[in-house]
């Protein structure tokens, strides 16, 4: 089971350049996450998908948007990246079923420098 | 204000004790959901254990233990008999309401555990 899958896995870019991270989940799950963690600030809440065909701001949108592809993809794109941005990128996922706590399921995160 | 506060940025315990780990919350929804993330060095978010705010019983996974005080806000991880593997950054997350599960985390605390 490959869970939550991220990539790339390390990027760097120039200040202005563009990029994508893309993630999908093969769990059948309806919501997706984008967080960003930096030291001393645990991890933030960029964007969602609570399911297919929508998308919310979280705790820290300015500079990101995303795209919800389909039920199992939900990419984040950098428009114009700066050096704030510089950080660990997390995909997760979560779902309901009968018996479930709804946790989040984490990628393994995609650490992103921004020069 | 902080809807999750982990107050110990660092923590220590020997192999074999037992640690607590402390997380209080602040929420007005009478329905929520409590969890625990484990972060080991690899940069992996592992999930640990959830209370949820209606359960009568604090939850328990094996060597991990929530105290779960509702009227003080407060659900604190214990790991008892420490092993070196416990060594990590824990963080401490809250889902508000029914249904949609976007967490919001704390800063995390980092545990260290000696031989």
Not at chain 2, 14 to 38: I, P, R
Not at chain 2, 61 to 80: D, T
Request: glycine residues 10%.
């Amino acid at each position: 089971n490959a869970g939550v899958t991220q990539t790339p896995k390390f990027q760097v870019l120039k200040t202005g350049q563009s990029m994508t991270l893309q993630c999908a989940q093969d769990m059948n799950h309806n919501s997706m996450y984008w967080y960003r963690q930096d030291p001393g600030m645990g991890l933030r809440l960029i964007y969602y998908s609570a399911s297919e065909g929508t998308t919310d701001k979280g705790e820290v949108p300015n500079g990101y948007n995303v795209s919800r592809l389909n039920k199992r993809e939900f990419s984040l794109r950098l428009e114009s990246a700066a050096p704030s941005q510089t950080s660990v990128y997390f995909c997760a996922s979560s779902g309901k079923g009968q018996g479930a706590t709804g946790e989040l399921f984490f990628g393994e995160g995609s650490r992103l420098t921004v020069l | 204000a902080q809807k999750i506060t982990q107050t110990q940025p660092g923590m220590f315990v020997q192999e074999k004790e037992a640690v607590t780990l402390d997380c209080t919350y602040d929420t007005s929804d009478q329905s929520y959901g409590l969890f625990w993330y484990k972060q080991p060095s690899s940069g992996e978010m592992i999930f640990l254990i959830y209370q949820g705010s209606y359960d009568e019983q604090n939850a328990t996974e094996g060597r991990y233990s929530l105290n779960f005080q509702k009227a003080r806000k407060s659900a604190n991880l214990v790991i008892s008999a420490s092993q070196l593997g416990d060594s990590a950054m824990y963080f401490c997350a809250m889902r508000e309401g029914v249904g949609f599960q976007k967490l919001v985390f704390g800063t995390g605390t980092r545990l260290l555990v000696s031989p």
